[in-house]
């Protein structure tokens, strides 16, 4: 079992930075995959960015690459989402999951999820 807790959300202007991280509970958080999805008002849960239990693989969506970064740290059981150069389209609830298989980009592959924080960027 895993317990997700995201934080760091918040109203921005365009062009601002935002650094959000997720606190997980239990003990073999560090074998699992953990991923970053968002969803808008009136759309689908949309897949942002995964890491891999080790770190050392990570894959972004196409559009936020340059300017987002996933990062972990399996000593303090967090994984982090740094969004720079906020646009207005990146405004969502965004959700940190985990998922026990070796590479997750879908959201039928997580089986853990936190409760969502929002994200609002205006222009």
């Known amino acids: 079992q895993v317990q997700l807790v995201e934080s760091g959300g918040g109203s921005v202007q365009a062009g601002d930075s935002l650094r959000l991280s997720c606190a997980a509970s239990?003990?073999?958080?560090?074998?699992?995959?953990m991923g970053w999805f968002r969803q808008a008002p009136g759309k689908e849960r949309d897949f942002v960015a995964a890491?891999?239990?080790?770190?050392?693989?990570?894959v972004l969506v196409d559009s936020v690459k340059g300017r987002f970064t996933i990062t972990r740290d399996n000593a303090k059981n967090t994984v982090y989402l740094q969004m720079n150069s906020l646009k207005p389209e990146d405004t969502a609830v965004y959700y940190c999951?985990?998922?026990?298989?070796?590479?997750?980009?879908?959201?039928?592959?997580?089986?853990?999820w936190g409760q969502g924080t929002q994200v609002t960027v205006s222009s």
């Open positions: 999951a985990a998922s026990q298989n070796t590479w997750a980009v879908t959201t039928k592959a997580y089986g853990y």
């Open positions: 239990g003990r073999t958080f560090g074998s699992y995959t």
């Open positions: 890491i891999r239990w080790s770190g050392v693989r990570t």
